[in-house]
């Protein structure tokens, strides 16, 4: 039996944070019901969806940082976060189906279809995983950054996050070459004993990460 694997993606338009990609084969006779594009549903829904879709599919995650995405451009970043998602399954897929547009330099077959995320289920559980494990992250990471309020925007262009941007410039997360973020790193200069605060929150961030692994470990999710 042919392994068809679904792969998408959340976080190619924040200012801020990583670009989180997921691989997923369900199960032939898995029992999750409600499958949709995460955009369409609610936090709650997303989240019970996330739990369902662990205990009936092979999952792969990718996670590309905000300063690899400063370094090689967003959408490289995505196409390296989904290669690594797809490689991170237990077992090699026949084939990947992505939301969007097909993935170059794979060793498998792949096809890219657009509004995947609602039309091919194992699209759909790929797009619940990457915008629940990304969303999980900016949670975790808002205590570090707790004057950017990331824990409510995930690091999109919002009307508020701007405001904060112009008043306060980039934190250490954000994503210096995207315009609304380059455009205020002067504003950096206001922050009081810049070094000192950055190579503090490196260290938190590093810590964080570690949070992040133990928290994959306790679900039962492989990076």
């Not at 290669?83 to 939301?99: H, M, T, V, Y």
């Not at 973020?181 to 990460?209: F, G, M, P, Q, Y």
Request: proline letters at 3%; one cysteine or more.
């Amino acid at each position: 039996m042919k392994l068809i694997c679904g792969v998408d993606e959340a976080g190619r338009g924040p200012l801020a944070g990583p670009i989180v990609a997921a691989a997923v084969i369900l199960r032939r006779n898995h029992n999750v019901i409600g499958l949709d594009d995460s955009k369409k549903l609610s936090k709650l829904r997303r989240e019970k969806l996330f739990y369902d879709i662990i205990d009936n599919a092979d999952i792969g995650i990718g996670i590309t940082s905000h300063r690899i995405i400063d370094k090689i451009n967003i959408l490289e970043a995505t196409y390296r976060s989904m290669r690594i998602s797809i490689n991170g399954l237990n077992k090699k897929p026949s084939k990947a189906l992505i939301d969007g547009f097909k993935i170059p330099e794979i060793n498998i077959q792949n096809e890219g279809i657009i509004g995947g995320d609602s039309k091919v289920e194992s699209i759909s559980a790929a797009s619940i995983i990457a915008k629940v494990v990304r969303d999980k992250f900016m949670e975790m990471v808002d205590p570090i950054f707790p004057e950017y309020e990331f824990y409510k925007h995930k690091g999109y262009g919002t009307k508020k996050h701007i405001e904060i941007l112009k008043e306060l410039g980039a934190s250490e997360i954000h994503r210096k070459t995207f315009a609304p973020v380059k455009n205020n790193l002067k504003s950096l200069k206001k922050l009081n004993n810049k070094i000192a605060r950055n190579n503090s929150d490196l260290e938190k961030i590093k810590k964080l990460n570690n949070e992040i692994n133990n928290w994959f470990d306790v679900i039962g999710l492989m990076t």
